[in-house]
């Protein structure tokens, strides 16, 4: 068997060193901040901003969620479609429960009193989801889209949020998330675009978009 070659010298052992230095007070820095970190407790995670993947980094937390075991429930408002690979794929997953709750995008429904009987019905469905202790992570799909057209009331989906079993995760999806649902959230990320292929002509394809 071959033995591995070994590293050839570095050109500049006084850059090595500095790089050693630096990355030892980092390391220094993170593992206290690891060390602070004890309390353990459900956490509410937003994904929110313009750019595409919010939906995907949520979809792969359920994915790690069911790797240790989680009991999960997914309501999706707004989205109607029931042929994405994120859902045939999860529903598979017996400890999955997964509610499609809209009727298409609003520039296709036309239809406010529509939506908001549809947002009304999903938000029932995650409502489910949220007093249930079983349940380690629930997924709010497009709810920030609900929420900013005023199809639910903020401060009742709040509320609901807020009185979760201690130990339950949540993350909540969609543009515009408001400011009250940003203010209860222990994690933010509001994603930003800087290309879209859609922009260049290139259309939506089954595993990349849905």
Request: aromatic share 6%; with cysteine; net charge neutral.
């Amino acid at each position: 068997m071959n033995e591995p070659t070994p590293p050839a010298p570095s050109a500049d052992p006084d850059r090595d060193a500095r790089h050693t230095a630096r990355m030892a007070r980092k390391k220094a820095v993170v593992d206290a901040a690891i060390a602070a970190a004890t309390e353990r407790r459900g956490v509410l995670l937003v994904n929110t901003g313009n750019g595409k993947g919010k939906s995907s980094a949520a979809f792969g937390v359920l994915a790690r969620a069911l790797g240790h075991g989680l009991q999960c429930g997914v309501v999706q408002f707004v989205k109607g479609r029931s042929d994405t690979g994120e859902e045939a794929f999860f529903r598979r997953q017996p400890e999955v429960r997964w509610h499609v709750m809209g009727d298409g995008f609003t520039w296709d429904t036309q239809d406010r009193a529509a939506d908001m009987a549809s947002a009304r019905a999903g938000w029932e469905k995650a409502r489910a989801f949220l007093r249930d202790p079983a349940i380690g992570l629930v997924v709010l799909d497009e709810l920030n889209i609900v929420l900013k057209y005023a199809y639910l009331d903020v401060a009742e989906v709040v509320a609901d949020l807020r009185a979760r079993p201690p130990q339950q995760h949540v993350i909540v999806t969609g543009r515009g998330a408001p400011a009250a649902l940003i203010d209860v959230a222990d994690t933010v990320t509001e994603m930003g675009p800087v290309k879209h292929a859609f922009q260049a002509g290139v259309a939506a394809q089954a595993g990349v978009e849905f």
